[in-house]
């Protein structure tokens, strides 16, 4: 496998406040992620009810994480396809790009999380509905993109795909994106990797062009690290609460480090 190992941190904007959570963007990229991401939903997804529910929005928050860090990619994992419509996401998407210097991944999906919807008032229809929805505007954020005045600084910005979806989503994937995220454990996301790249030969697309990601839980490291690159991944996110476990971080850093150097 050509491709350098990568690692990530999604750190979760909830039960935290902006001042916490800045401060430990700012700590992550200094110890030597490779990327830093949050999520796209409106309340907290895990704790509800703990008496503590605070939440910050994922794209006004990925603006200031790209203020906050010099270096790092930056996204959100992943942008529910249903909030925004497709004309402004790709405008929002060009403007952070801008603001990041070109490092922002345009992670998206199909969303699923049923609270969202009901309280700010979105259609949540089906997971079928939500599918083609994302399929119909994925060439309309592709098409967007080619007229975005100022071009974006990475040209065309990066689409992340997430999901595991074997008939819709995979396909989705290997038409549009230039990223997969996919979750474990590694026997799932290696079978799910080969769906994937049975879709490109499929649609005529090269599968080394799809650059392929797993979300990480702490229970991962470092038990499923060489399963998964073994499986094909070499962008590795390590889901977090803020602020997050640093000691954890530096462990998938040091594997990263590891592996990169026996390449």
């Not at 979300?215 to 997050?244: R, V």
Request: aromatic share 10%; proline share 6%; hydrophobic share 35%.
């Amino acid at each position: 496998n050509m491709r350098k190992i990568k690692v990530g941190v999604q750190l979760h904007p909830q039960h935290t406040t902006y001042d916490t959570y800045a401060e430990a963007v700012q700590k992550i990229e200094a110890i030597g992620v490779d990327s830093i991401w949050n999520w796209d939903h409106f309340f907290p997804l895990y704790d509800q009810d703990s008496g503590n529910n605070n939440h910050f929005e994922g794209w006004t928050l990925l603006t200031a994480i790209a203020t906050l860090t010099q270096t790092v990619e930056i996204g959100t994992l992943v942008t529910c396809n249903s909030y925004r419509n497709p004309a402004l996401l790709t405008h929002m998407a060009n403007t952070v790009d801008h603001i990041s210097h070109g490092r922002l991944i345009l992670g998206i999906g199909a969303g699923w999380f049923e609270k969202d919807y009901n309280d700010f008032g979105y259609t949540f229809g089906t997971a079928g509905s939500r599918l083609r929805d994302l399929r119909d505007n994925l060439p309309i954020i592709k098409k967007r993109m080619t007229q975005e005045i100022p071009a974006p600084v990475r040209n065309p910005i990066p689409i992340m795909v997430g999901g595991g979806g074997e008939k819709v989503t995979l396909k989705i994937t290997a038409e549009y994106a230039d990223l997969w995220n996919g979750f474990g454990p590694p026997e799932t996301w290696a079978h799910k990797n080969k769906v994937l790249d049975t879709w490109c030969a499929e649609v005529g697309r090269n599968p080394d062009e799809i650059e392929r990601t797993v979300s990480l839980s702490k229970e991962d490291i470092p038990t499923n690290l060489d399963a998964f690159a073994e499986a094909g991944a070499t962008h590795f996110i390590l889901g977090m609460p803020c602020p997050p476990d640093y000691a954890q971080i530096k462990a998938l850093i040091d594997w990263r480090d590891k592996v990169n150097a026996q390449a």
